[in-house]
């Protein structure tokens, strides 16, 4: 069982940066892909970015490109979102997420994981 904590969202202006933090309670911590996805209101639950297990490669949608940086320590077990340039789009719940025993390309595609935080919001005024 992994058990996921987030923190760092919060209200900000348009432009601002914000950046989002998770911990993980696991042994293996390295042996996670690690994702952000985020459910806007009213909408579904989307991909934001995601890392892979060794912290090598990263994926992120095409809506926060280049705004947005996700980084993952293995020694203590965290992965951050940086999150630049924000936008009202960008409002939303943020989740940090843990996919197990993902060793292809494929650590980006929501149903790969298996562990969910509770969420932290991020608001986004104009």
């Known amino acids: 069982q992994v058990h996921l904590v987030e923190s760092g969202g919060g209200l900000v202006q348009a432009g601002d940066s914000l950046t989002l933090s998770c911990t993980a309670s696991?042994?293996?911590?390295?042996?996670?892909?690690m994702g952000w996805f985020r459910r806007a209101p009213g909408k579904e639950r989307v991909f934001v970015a995601a890392?892979?297990?060794?912290?090598?490669?990263?994926r992120y949608a095409d809506s926060v490109e280049g705004r947005f940086t996700i980084s993952k320590d293995n020694t203590d077990n965290t992965v951050s979102l940086l999150m630049t340039s924000l936008k009202p789009e960008d409002t939303a719940v943020y989740y940090c997420?843990?996919?197990?025993?993902?060793?292809?390309?494929?650590?980006?595609?929501?149903?790969?994981?298996?562990?969910w935080g509770q969420g932290t919001q991020v608001t986004v005024s104009s």
């Open positions: 696991v042994r293996n911590f390295n042996e996670y892909a």
């Open positions: 997420a843990a996919a197990q025993s993902v060793y292809d390309s494929t650590y980006y595609v929501q149903q790969r994981y298996n562990y």
């Open positions: 890392i892979n297990r060794n912290g090598d490669s990263t």
